[in-house]
């Protein structure tokens, strides 16, 4: 997901080739409408996946990214919701289930590193109960209202193949659709 404030524009230095980075999938791309695979082993090939994960995540800047995003087609998802002045807090979360959820709030102009250019207001559980595992495998259960829920619930979307879009109207949805295929069709001219 992506941050409440857009950054300005990043200088030239920073947007050289990274390979400590990876490239975030955008929409249309079908992988990112694919469900996933739950995580079944936490090796040391998933640190570093969720490390680059983490890298990415920050320096797109974003608050929240699951591994469809970059490709990965596993149950993980990292975030952090840490006001930017405060230092830096990652969270990890694999193969988190929703246990409960209650309430509505609308997340306003909520966005995603997905879907570029695009921000829509999207009705959320006011509050809601996640369980999973932390990068170490330990158990968690996270109960969540405000943002954290936001982003919880934007992020475990993903992992079931669901961008936010699919859940605005359908009348915006058709139109940032549109502007995407324009877009496409008059970069392949
Ligand atoms: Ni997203």
């Not at 209650?102 to 109960?129: H, Y």
């Not at 993903?158 to 058709?174: A, C, D, M, P």
């Amino acid at each position: 997901m992506k941050s409440i404030s857009e950054p300005h524009n990043k200088s030239n230095e920073q947007q050289h080739d990274d390979m400590s980075k990876f490239n975030i999938l955008t929409y249309p791309d079908i992988f990112l409408s694919q469900p996933t695979q739950p995580l079944d082993n936490i090796d040391g090939k998933v640190q570093e996946m969720i490390d680059k994960m983490a890298l990415t995540m920050y320096d797109a800047p974003g608050i929240g990214l699951a591994a469809i995003q970059v490709g990965w087609d596993k149950s993980v998802l990292i975030y952090d919701i840490s006001p930017r002045d405060e230092s830096r807090s990652l969270q990890v979360l694999i193969n988190p289930k929703v246990i409960t959820q209650e309430g509505e709030i609308l997340s306003e102009n909520e966005g995603c590193l997905s879907v570029p250019d695009f921000r829509a207001d999207v009705k959320r559980a006011a509050s809601i109960t996640v369980e999973g595992h932390d990068r170490d495998g330990n158990p968690m259960k996270i109960d969540a209202e405000g943002i954290l829920a936001i982003v919880l619930q934007h992020e475990i979307d993903h992992l079931n193949g669901t961008l936010f879009i699919e859940r605005i109207s359908s009348l915006k949805r058709q139109m940032y659709k549109r502007r995407v295929k324009k877009k496409l069709s008059a970069g392949s001219k």
